[in-house]
């Protein structure tokens, strides 16, 4: 496996970086503290062409490689990991409508949200539905030119700030479970449509909701592929947003530790500085070694994907080891500052508040195991 990258792709990488560092950085507790995304950062970030680095120019893309996309997502979310939940949405949304959509009808979405301009969420769950993501309730049911949508969706990142959503809803029987759902693009002004968000621990920024759907008529235009063949379609993109999740997470638990280095040769105690005490430096050894394999993971998943080979197993070994061994390298960065570290004046306590909620979306862990479980035993 070759992970070198390109002149260009160097300096895509190190654009990231800069951003993040110059202007994400400087706003991460503000924007957790108004529960808002920023909007003309994100239009920056399109400016930039900081979203959808792996689709095509057409639409608004660069044209790279999953590997490039995942290098970028690094790069950018150390300092934040909430826009990293809106550069994913916008790949994972992008990639469904591109494959499925007429093109005359999901383009401008697409360019709208590659641009920064526009901010896409996907409804999957429901109230009813977490792990089980084939037991959907929302209903939709043709009428005309028209599709009439009924339900609630719930737990939906971005559903208060949304613009439009990738909606999967049942079309077939509830017996037909996962073969009885199709996906839609759906604008989030259309009548009859209400949201409600909620009040989260972490992840404040991003935010979650649930959107409400009374007699919604979404044009049959909009409709995303053929009829009852929607799970199909999202479950295929997860193995993509899923390795991308890992990496996001370990990017966080980078700049952590760079920060617990930097402190342990800064901070001294009975003469000698923290650097000198295995029992400090030891644990931040240990969690660079895990640090290092973890990244390989989902290096490799990427690489897996670019090449079209099989990625399943190990997209879902990204998603689950990826934000749990992030949180807790951040918990020990955290501890390692002592009580300074503790203090909101310090990112770690709204890093493990951010992290923890990516060990329950997208995937449990459990789910996850399940899936690899599935992946290494079937015939």
Not at 103 to 125: F, K, Q, Y
Request: aromatic share 8%.
């Amino acid at each position: 496996m070759d992970f070198s990258l390109t002149p260009e792709q160097e300096a895509l990488v190190e654009t990231a970086r800069a951003f993040a560092r110059d202007h994400l950085k400087p706003n991460y507790r503000l924007r957790d503290q108004e529960g808002r995304m920023d909007r003309p950062t994100l239009k920056r970030m399109g400016e930039l062409g900081l979203f959808g680095i792996e689709l095509p120019e057409e639409i608004g893309g660069l044209g790279q490689d999953c590997l490039t996309a995942g290098l970028v997502v690094e790069a950018l979310c150390g300092e934040d990991l909430n826009i990293g939940y809106v550069t994913i949405n916008a790949s994972l949304d992008a990639q469904i409508m591109r494959s499925f959509g007429t093109p005359d009808v999901v383009d401008p979405w697409i360019r709208g949200m590659l641009s920064g301009e526009l901010i896409a969420s996907i409804a999957l769950t429901e109230p009813g539905g977490g792990s089980d993501a084939a037991n959907l309730k929302l209903r939709a049911r043709r009428d005309g030119d028209d599709y009439i949508i009924d339900g609630e969706k719930t737990s939906i990142s971005l559903a208060d700030q949304a613009d439009f959503t990738v909606a999967f809803a049942r079309t077939g029987t509830t017996e037909a479970r996962a073969k009885g759902i199709s996906s839609f693009l759906i604008p989030l002004d259309l009548p009859g449509i209400s949201r409600t968000s909620f009040d989260d621990h972490g992840g404040r920024s991003v935010g979650r909701g649930s959107l409400f759907f009374d007699n919604v008529r979404v044009p049959a235009s909009h409709l995303l592929g053929t009829e009852n063949a929607g799970f199909s379609q999202v479950m295929a993109g997860f193995d993509y947003s899923r390795a991308l999740l890992g990496i996001l997470c370990l990017s966080v638990a980078r700049v952590s530790l760079d920060a617990a280095w930097k402190y342990t040769n800064e901070r001294f105690t009975f003469g000698k500085p923290l650097s000198e005490y295995q029992g400090v430096t030891f644990p931040l050894a240990e969690a660079e070694t895990q640090w290092a394999g973890a990244r390989l993971l989902c290096l490799q998943t990427l690489w897996l994907k670019d090449r079209g080979l099989p990625h399943t197993a190990e997209a879902a070994m990204c998603k689950w080891w990826g934000p749990k061994l992030a949180y807790d390298i951040v918990n020990t960065c955290l501890l390692t500052h002592g009580h300074g570290g503790y203090s909101k004046d310090m990112p770690f306590e709204q890093r493990l508040r951010d992290l923890l909620g990516l060990q329950i979306g997208d995937g449990t862990a459990q789910i996850m195991k399940m899936v690899i479980a599935r992946q290494k035993t079937k015939a």
